[in-house]
Structure formats: structure tokens, C-alpha cells
């Protein structure tokens, strides 16, 4: 329809036959730096708890960078991104 990169569900029992669960995580609201796209989804689980997803994103312009976003129960997604700051001695 949009033609917007997303983050699609599946699952299996065997990893041969796939159930397909929709939507995972959709691309960032409004003129976000991700809101024309994302993909490339790696998730792990940290030490607190909580699964944290690191995918790929696309702003309007096409540049892309690295996203960070974190779920209990890998269904339900929160964008975690870090404010960068430096210190100059």
C-alpha cells in the first residue's frame, strides 16, 4: 500500500511450518527518523528482563540509521532511543 519497510511476526513449533502473526513493529509516527521504514531485526534479552530490539530505520531524505526498542513479552514494543550527549574535557 505505502510501500514502508515493517516488522512482520511468525511463529513455529518445528521451524519448518509457520504461522503468520501480523504487524510486530511498525515504522515511527509523523516526520519521525524512522517513520518511512524499518527492518533488520535483531532482538536479545538483557539482564533486566526486558527483550531489546535493534533494528534499522529510515527517515524521508532515505538516510537510515540504528534504533533501539524494548518489550517483556515481545508483542508490545516501546522506542528506547538514547539522547547522545558529549563531554569535553
Known amino acids: 500500500e505505502d510501500g514502508k519497510h ?3 511476526a511468525a511463529e513455529s513449533n518445528d521451524l519448518k511450518n ?3 502473526l501480523g504487524l510486530a513493529f511498525d515504522v515511527g509516527s509523523g516526520d519521525a527518523w524512522d517513520a518511512q ?3 533488520s531485526p535483531h532482538v536479545i534479552r538483557l539482564d533486566d ?3 531489546r530490539m535493534y533494528y534499522t530505520g529510515e ?3 532515505g538516510e537510515t540509521a540504528i534504533g533501539v526498542a524494548k518489550s517483556l513479552d515481545l508483542v508490545n514494543w516501546e522506542r528506547e532511543q538514547a539522547g ?3 563531554a569535553f574535557e
Open 37 to 39: 521504514g524499518v527492518g
Open 6 to 8: 515493517r516488522v512482520l
Open 84 to 86: 547522545v550527549s558529549f
Open 49 to 51: 528482563g526486558f527483550f
Open 18 to 20: 509457520w504461522k503468520k
Open 59 to 61: 527517515c524521508a531524505n
